[in-house]
């Protein structure tokens, strides 16, 4: 997307008020956020706003919630948009691409299905990119990424479905010069729980990694729409809006970088770096995504997390 052209605010999809007893709660997809002091819950809402800092109260990558994992490697940067400009090259921001090697501005599911992909899965062919993250002038090559796949927060899982094939969404806002909503779109260190607007100093450790959690309802007919986000909404209070709408998967997107020490001087081809966001066009093999639903999430199960089950 870019920052420049596309002009649109995330829009507030409901708030949900949590109680302290909830502060301990295991999470699904959305992240339940409790800041660092005083330990006061905080809302899982998509909003342009919110805290700075926000504490995992709860799971983390290697939670107790079913999920399966998919990890992909950086396949090219490229200034396209498959999704926002589609058949436009060079009309968006640099984006680094993950998983299918193929993608450009001209890129469908149907063209990428069955494609080379980075992923360990070779049946996941879709496509996920983020904007390129840069120290100054330089561009800095992420170490790989990883997709999650959760149902949502409090949602059954039980009930949720696979994507449909061709499904684009697009999370996070690419114009935010404020924190966002921590549950949707943050940064941190390695695998530590605390989360941050801005990228945080990172130990050698545990280098920088950004974390982006896409809608987890489909509006049952439309894989896209004008805005590219009026087709999936975020759930609340483990429900979807009413209506035809149904729960999916939970994709939370994690993008690593070879970073640590000083932040100073990062910033994002779209922006600020408060700015991340990410986008994902489902070219998956689709019995190969609705056998991993039905396995892993639908049966309550961890696959690729914790080793009881791997995926593909």
């Not at 805290?51 to 995992?56: K, V």
């Not at 090259?89 to 450009?104: E, K, L, R």
């Not at 921590?182 to 545990?206: K, M």
Request: glycine share 10%; proline share 9%.
């Amino acid at each position: 997307m870019s920052h420049s052209s596309v002009q649109r605010a995330l829009p507030a999809l409901g708030i949900l008020g949590l109680t302290c007893a909830l502060a301990g709660a295991i999470t699904g997809g959305m992240l339940l956020l409790v800041p660092d002091a005083p330990a006061v819950p905080t809302a899982t809402t998509v909003v342009s706003g919110g805290a700075s800092t926000g504490r995992i109260a709860g799971a983390g990558p290697q939670g107790r919630v079913p999920q399966f994992k998919v990890e992909c490697g950086w396949s090219h940067a490229a200034a396209h948009d498959p999704i926002v400009f589609p058949s436009d090259p060079g009309a968006s921001h640099q984006h680094d691409f993950f998983g299918n090697v193929a993608t450009d501005a001209n890129s469908t599911a149907e063209s990428l299905r069955g494609g080379a992909t980075t992923c360990e899965n070779k049946l996941d062919t879709a496509a996920y990119w983020s904007p390129a993250l840069r120290r100054g002038d330089t561009l800095i090559e992420p170490s790989g990424s990883v997709a999650y796949y959760r149902p949502g927060l409090n949602v059954r899982p039980e009930s949720l479905v696979a994507y449909p094939p061709g499904l684009m969404m697009v999370a996070g806002n690419p114009n935010a010069t404020s924190p966002q909503a921590l549950e949707v779109a943050a940064w941190h260190c390695g695998a530590s729980p605390i989360f941050h607007a801005a990228p945080p100093t990172c130990p050698a450790a545990a280098p920088l990694a950004a974390r982006i959690a896409f809608p987890d309802c489909w509006d049952g007919e439309h894989t896209d729409s004008d805005d590219h986000r009026s087709h999936v909404a975020y759930s609340t209070q483990g429900r979807c809006p009413p209506g035809r709408w149904v729960p999916t998967p939970q994709l939370i997107f994690e993008v690593q970088y070879p970073v640590t020490g000083d932040p100073s001087g990062l910033s994002l081809t779209s922006g600020d770096v408060m700015a991340i966001h990410a986008d994902f066009l489902n070219a998956w093999d689709q019995k190969a995504l609705e056998r991993e639903v039905r396995a892993c999430l639908n049966r309550n199960h961890i696959c690729g997390v914790v080793s009881n089950r791997a995926t593909g």
